[in-house]
Nanobody
Framework: QLQLVESGGGLVQAGGSLRLSCAAS????????MGWFRRAPGKEREFVAY????????TYADSVKGRFTISRDNAKNTVYLQMNSLKPEDTAVYYC?????????????????WGQGTQVTVSS
């Protein structure tokens, strides 16, 4: 059974950077598109970034475009989210998930096998 574990979160000042990792175990994620979502306090979980199975296609939420970069290393069974120029509004728990084939890239109901999340806190 596929399990995802997010890591790399922490406390950072505004303008700083973090690199999140999503490590998969149980089976390979190489055939699957993957995505990052986040849930800020008091808000719904929202789309952040998407990457196709081979990394050839990426999609970003407008709020993170130009600051965040999603990537993957299928040999390591891991997906990454490089976050630069962080803002206080990026504070949230970040989750990765497997995109189900034939579903939308940005819709939460198109994903499954969520990890437990990693907390990112950006101070002003």
């Amino acid at each position: 059974q596929l399990q995802l574990v997010e890591s790399g979160g922490g406390l950072v000042q505004a303008g700083g950077s973090l690199r999140l990792s999503c490590a998969a175990s149980g089976r390979t994620i190489s055939p699957y598109a993957m995505g990052w979502f986040r849930r800020a306090p008091g808000k719904e979980r929202e789309f952040v970034a998407y990457i196709s199975w081979n990394g050839g296609t990426t999609t970003y939420a407008d709020s993170v475009k130009g600051r965040f970069t999603i990537s993957r290393d299928n040999a390591k069974n891991t997906v990454y989210l490089q976050m630069n120029s962080l803002k206080p509004e990026d504070t949230a728990v970040y989750y990765c998930g497997v995109n189900r084939a034939g579903t939308g890239r940005t819709q939460i109901n198109g994903y499954e096998s969520w990890g437990q999340g990693t907390q990112v806190t950006v101070s002003s």
